[in-house]
């Protein structure tokens, strides 16, 4: 069983950045793709950034493309989300997540098996 833990999350003024880390023990993340996700308060949880597990591929959602960069240290088990210009509506509880299969890609919510707890984001405007 994977433990995941969210860190980096805050409150922010709108323009601002914020990098959050998640870091994983118990097994290894090092083959399996890693996903960040977030949910704000009434609506559905959101699939924002994914990386495969060797780093080569990744995908955004376009509310965070070219403002949110996803990126992995496998030798540390981290993967992190630099959050540039953020925006109020980026005001949401982000997740860490891992594909529940090993060298396998998705970016969709039901192929990811172990959560974090979530690191609350708030921006101010």
């Known amino acids: 069983q994977v433990q995941l833990v969210e860190s980096g999350g805050g409150l922010v003024q709108a323009g601002g950045s914020l990098r959050l880390s998640c870091v994983a023990s118990?097994?290894?993340?090092?083959?399996?793709?890693m996903g960040w996700f977030r949910q704000a308060p009434g609506k559905e949880r959101e699939l924002i950034a994914t990386?495969?597990?060797?780093?080569?591929?990744?995908t955004y959602a376009d509310s965070v493309k070219g403002r949110f960069t996803i990126s992995r240290n496998n030798a540390k088990n981290t993967v992190n989300l630099q959050m540039n210009s953020l925006k109020p509506a980026d005001t949401a509880v982000y997740y860490c997540?891992?594909?529940?299969?090993?060298?396998?890609?998705?970016?969709?919510?039901?192929?990811?098996?172990?959560w974090g707890q979530g690191t609350q984001v708030t921006v101010s405007s």
């Open positions: 990386i495969n597990w060797n780093a080569d591929t990744t």
């Open positions: 118990g097994r290894t993340t090092s083959t399996y793709s």
């Open positions: 997540a891992r594909h529940s299969v090993s060298y396998r890609f998705a970016t969709t919510a039901a192929n990811f098996g172990s």
